[in-house]
């Protein structure tokens, strides 16, 4: 079977994920990887690129999608099962009832997304329970650090980013982010070529949420201050890699 060519950005993805996990040691022999799918750009790009990375890494892992469809269509996330059918990758589908919720009047004091969110992180951690996964996988990008960042700030008044690796319950999971160096520009041109099958996000807060709000600040002051936005990117990046190396922020 001929090799596939990957182009510029679908290059950059795969290597520069490879680059953070050979560096923060994110995989060892044997491991078991749930891979958050929510049916988004990043978290397929992810997968697309962990495919690859499996193919380079001189030690075999294993693999499983979880997707959690949060309930809005329950049809919506049709695309999914063939396309990891056909690949062999083994999958956990559930339709919940967290966007929803998030919605109603269940949620009194957080925002839907905070709560949504809140709730498919516990599901996900059940299930990485249940299948003995010991890592699970998000696609969350540079443009999702700096978000947080900045979310952190405004609404929480604490200094504190987002996690490139990092242990829970005791080091029996570990929740890996091996697209922290890749901008969603990158991201978005390797859904393209890719050709991988999205589908809409139906929730009513897609569009319409603090953290759209705080990035689209951000990136209007980038836009007057030539070299601002990259070096955000890279203070948060340079700053994140250096904790998960067990190194002092500076």
């Known amino acids: 079977m001929a090799r596939e060519k990957l182009s510029y950005a679908q290059k950059h993805c795969v290597s520069s994920a490879g680059k953070l996990m050979q560096t923060t040691g994110m995989l060892h022999p044997g491991a078991r990887v749930g891979i958050a799918m929510s049916g988004g750009m990043d978290s397929w790009v992810l997968m697309q690129t962990l495919l690859h990375r499996r193919r380079i890494i001189p030690f075999s892992f294993e693999m499983m999608a979880l997707h959690l469809n949060p309930g809005f269509e329950p049809e919506s996330h049709a695309p999914l099962i063939p396309w990891l059918q056909e690949r062999g990758i083994a999958y956990h589908v559930e339709v919940t009832d967290h966007g929803p919720r998030g919605h109603s009047p269940e949620n009194r004091n957080n925002s839907p997304c905070f709560f949504c969110a809140m709730l498919r992180r516990t599901r996900l951690f059940e299930l990485c329970r249940d299948y003995n996964l010991t890592h699970l996988a998000f696609g969350h990008n540079t443009d999702d650090l700096v978000g947080t960042f900045f979310m952190n700030l405004y609404e929480g008044g604490s200094v504190r980013g987002m996690s490139m690796k990092e242990s829970f319950f005791g080091g029996r999971l570990m929740v890996i982010r091996p697209l922290m160096l890749v901008e969603k520009s990158i991201i978005a041109k390797c859904v393209r070529q890719w050709e991988l099958p999205l589908w809409s996000n139906p929730c009513p807060s897609a569009s319409d949420s603090r953290r759209k709000e705080v990035m ?18 890279n203070a948060l990046t340079r700053w994140q890699l250096d904790l998960t190396r067990g190194g002092k922020a500076k």
């Open 216 to 233: 689209d600040d951000f990136w209007a002051l980038a836009a007057r201050n030539k070299g601002l936005r990259q070096n955000v990117f």
